[in-house]
């Protein structure tokens, strides 16, 4: 029938799948459409009116993303060239050592030019244009054969049909990618699975490589599904001379490329660049488990060449993993400061990052019911950074029906004493006056870091003074004597000497440290810097009425409450009256005495916040105006900072579209502190 086609409707067509394409790049690459959704579904419904008419049909035509059949199985494919792995380096050290090698086999002591970017956390994919038109995709497979997953690919639309956009389109060219899903829309597709009753998906990479791996091409469609390119395989009828070259290339030839490059000499401007991309890592939409280092000159790479199964001219560097999958072997319950009851996961040791994780906490039991988790379960567990590694889900195919329930405690597991749960509070408490668990803690918490600072005095031993009775209260603390230590197992007469005088120079602190010490409920250190800036000393604050606390603009009536319930109660400043008999001394480097006493550090400053973060939205937001902020919900080109807390929404993705600067909670707290 072809001849038949009149030559203006082949124009047509053809103009319109030029558009087309066109208009999916601007959305799917750039993120920055030029048409509206309405006008790209009327041009897409007008191609296909003619292509059913004409049946003519061109290779390159969006309607052929979607509407392939289901396979019985994948066909093999046999890469053009191997798709090789890299080798691994874990530290600094390792890439100085990769970098000598390399200067080695070159027999050259000049600085080498690398490449540094995102290793994407996902599936790796080549794909084939002959004359610039997409004739297969395929998964690695063992790196010399894999499987044909054309159909899939096709649906992903930010991946080009024909190379367009570049006058240099060579004969053949096999571009190499990954394939991986976004943080959000992974979590969306489980809940999505949970709801269906179907098995979860453990990671953002699973999720990516099961929804490739599909036989179906319309389940893969359903998928939100994106691609980064970074690698290059045969080439003919074309010729780069370096990896920064071919990524300028794809950029032209409207291919979607890691989100960031870097073109640095040396590998001390390596380990810089490696270390700025682990950082911004936690804000990223999407998983990166390291950067890949690339020797940027392509002459250089082939002088290199390849040892077995990777290229010397290139390395992955890892960043610290902050996931593993472990066993719940119990759950106990664990009595905080002020009496509040966490359920702690202990857990088959598991080594995550180079860590080994023993304990989780598993924060309350809305947090248990909601994610189903139980004694014996198969979990994911998350350790990143410094923070407390906590349970992300359970792995419920691993059940074996011997699971068990951890109900809440009707008893403190350890004084005894009644539990409660104040009404719309997650917490549950415990009342027990004298339990030993909440006064144990309470000195725990007096003596650390952020407090008095009692160097050498942790955890363990602050335990074995108290459960050998040295110490029932923090105030016990001043008056111990190298005698009461010495006699204690670990300690000999330097390391009791030592603690003697640690003991003895926190006796001089600040009025802000000495407040947060205390314990006093909901007073952390950012609240207690702020007493500290408004209350000369300490004894102003005795007896203190809320609403002279209320003065202060940041604070609000629990916490207000709370101080003056703590400054009204004898026992307390009968304790405070003991400290200063044995030696305290309270400083206030912080009063602003005659200063404007509201201070607005973050004036004319505009927030986002996205994600959970370790108080309530509403109060963070609330804090961010009271010191002069504005608090928004949208991000918008105005916004000067998006607060990224624990899993991060889309609107981190805006952001980093838009430029806007990103910062987590801690960061925001030095803001507020003026810092
Ligand atoms: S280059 C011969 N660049 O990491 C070098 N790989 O552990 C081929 N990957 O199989 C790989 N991001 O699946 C390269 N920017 C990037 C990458 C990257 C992710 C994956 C890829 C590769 C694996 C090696």
């Known amino acids: 029938m072809k001849g038949e086609i009149p030559d203006r409707i082949k124009k047509e067509i053809e103009e319109l799948v030029k558009e087309l394409n066109y208009h999916c790049y601007r959305y799917y690459v750039l993120d920055s459409p030029v048409i509206s959704d309405e006008e790209y579904d009327r041009l897409f419904r007008r191609l296909k009116e003619l292509e059913e008419k004409y049946n003519y049909i061109l290779p390159d035509s969006p309607t052929r993303r979607v509407g392939a059949p289901p396979l019985d199985k994948f066909e093999k494919v046999k890469h053009n060239e191997p798709m090789l792995s890299l080798d691994n380096a874990f530290n600094a050290k390792e890439l100085m050592e990769f970098d000598r090698r390399i200067k080695r086999h070159l027999k050259t002591s000049r600085e080498i030019q690398y490449t540094v970017e995102p290793k994407y956390d996902g599936l790796a994919i080549e794909l084939t244009y002959e004359q610039g038109i997409l004739v297969r995709a395929s998964t690695r ?19 080009p049909l024909r190379i367009e956009g570049t006058r240099r389109v060579p004969e053949l060219i096999d571009i190499r990618g990954e394939v991986y899903m976004y943080i959000e829309d992974f979590e969306a597709l489980n809940r999505e699975r949970e709801k269906e009753g179907e098995s979860l998906f453990a990671n953002p990479r699973n999720a990516a490589a099961g929804s490739v791996r599909q036989l179906d091409p319309s389940v893969t469609a359903s998928r939100k599904l994106h691609l980064s390119c970074y690698g290059i395989g045969a080439l003919k009828g074309m010729e780069f001379k370096s990896q920064w070259e071919f990524i300028q290339w794809l950029k032209e030839a409207r291919f979607p490329v890691p989100y960031i490059v870097r073109l640095v000499t040396g590998i001390d401007e390596v380990i810089k660049a ?20 690339k020797v940027n000159d392509f002459s250089l790479q082939r002088a290199l060449g390849v040892k077995t199964r990777e290229p010397r001219w290139a390395i992955a560097y890892k960043f610290a993993a902050h996931q593993g999958t472990t066993v719940i072997k119990e759950i106990l319950p664990s009595v ?40 014996g379960d198969t979990v994911v567990v998350e350790r990143a950074g410094d923070v407390i590694p906590h349970v992300i889900m359970v792995i419920k195919d691993k059940r074996t029906g011997k699971e068990k329930v951890f109900p809440i405690p009707e008893k403190c597991p350890v004084c005894g004493a009644k539990v409660v749960r104040p009404e719309g509070e997650v917490a549950v408490r415990c009342v027990g006056l004298n339990c030993p668990a909440q006064a144990v803690e309470r000195i725990k918490h007096f003596v650390s870091k952020g407090a ?76 207690a810097k702020l007493l500290a800036k408004r209350f000369k000393k300490l004894e102003d604050l005795y007896n203190v009425s809320p609403e002279e606390i209320l003065q202060i603009p940041q604070i609000g009536e629990k916490i207000a409450t709370s101080v003056s319930q703590f400054f009204s109660d004898p026992e307390n ?103």
């Open 452 to 527: 008095m600072d009692i160097e050498g005095l942790g955890q363990k031993n602050v335990e074995l003074l108290y459960s050998e009775g040295r110490i029932k209260h923090f105030t016990d603390l001043y008056r111990l004597k190298k005698e009461d230590i010495l006699s204690l197992p670990r300690f000999a007469e330097k390391s009791a000497q030592n603690l003697i005088d640690a003991i003895n120079r926190s006796k001089k602190t600040t009025l802000s440290r000495f407040l947060y010490a205390l314990g006093i409920l909901h007073v952390g250190e950012f609240t």
């Open 274 to 293: 490696v270390k700025e991309l682990e950082e911004k890592r936690n804000s990223l939409p999407f998983e990166a488990d390291g950067a890949v280092v």
């Open 141 to 159: 497979g063992d790196g010399y054969v894999g499987e044909d997953v054309t159909q899939n690919i096709k649906t992903i639309k930010s991946i």
């Open 336 to 375: 905080g400061r002020t009496g509040v009851i966490t359920p702690v996961a202990i857990l088959e040791p598991v080594r995550i990052g180079g860590v080994t994780v023993s304990r989780s906490t598993l924060h309350n039991w809305d947090e248990i019911k909601r994610k189903d988790i139980r004694v």
């Open 573 to 675: 400043i009968k304790a405070i009256e003991e400290l200063k008999s044995l030696g305290l001394k309270v400083e206030n480097p912080d009063y602003e005495e005659g200063k404007e006493k509201r201070h607005r550090p973050l004036e004319g400053l505009t927030f986002v916040i996205t994600g959970t973060l370790p108080e309530p939205r509403k109060e963070v937001e609330a804090k961010i105006e009271a010191l002069g902020g504005h608090a928004s919900s949208s991000v918008s080109r105005k916004t000067d900072y998006l607060v990224v807390g624990e899993n991060p929404g889309s609107k981190l993705k805006k952001a980093q579209t838009l430029g806007v600067k990103t910062i987590d909670y801690n960061e925001l707290v030095r803001m507020m502190e003026g810092e």
